[in-house]
């Protein structure tokens, strides 16, 4: 079970000094602030796709992007990620299902198929 973890509020975000080490100063839900050595201030969403890899975006430098706009644009993310595997498992299910039948029939023409990786920005 998920750790539940208190939301940030904007005197966290904006008294956030930087450290000799990069840190993180978690929102809760994947989102959180991170703080790097020379000062800045970035908001990133960790989170895992169906197949359990973890994957980071990246949604841009604080104070550019406030708090509500991360928490906003999280939100965004997850309806689209929930999305995107959603899509991408219905299509790999479709194109296992095309390459039996090509291999029953002899016509299969998949030697050269391949799978790549998809990289997504949400703006």
């Given at each position: ?16 000094k ?14 959180y ?91």
């Amino acid at each position: 079970m998920p750790k539940i973890i208190p939301p940030l509020t904007e005197a966290q975000v904006r008294n956030a000094k930087p450290r000799q080490k990069l840190y993180k100063l978690f929102d809760g839900g994947g989102l959180y602030l991170e703080v790097a050595p020379t000062g800045s201030r970035s908001w990133r969403l960790k989170f895992r796709q169906q197949d359990g890899k973890e994957n980071r975006l990246t949604f841009g430098p604080y104070p550019e992007i406030s708090l509500q706009d991360a928490r906003e644009r999280r939100l965004a993310a997850r309806r689209l990620i929930a999305t995107l595997d959603d899509v991408k498992a219905r299509l790999n299910g479709v194109l296992s299902a095309d390459i039996v039948e090509r291999q029953l029939d002899g016509t299969d023409s998949a030697a050269g198929f391949s799978r790549s990786r998809h990289n997504f920005v949400v703006t």
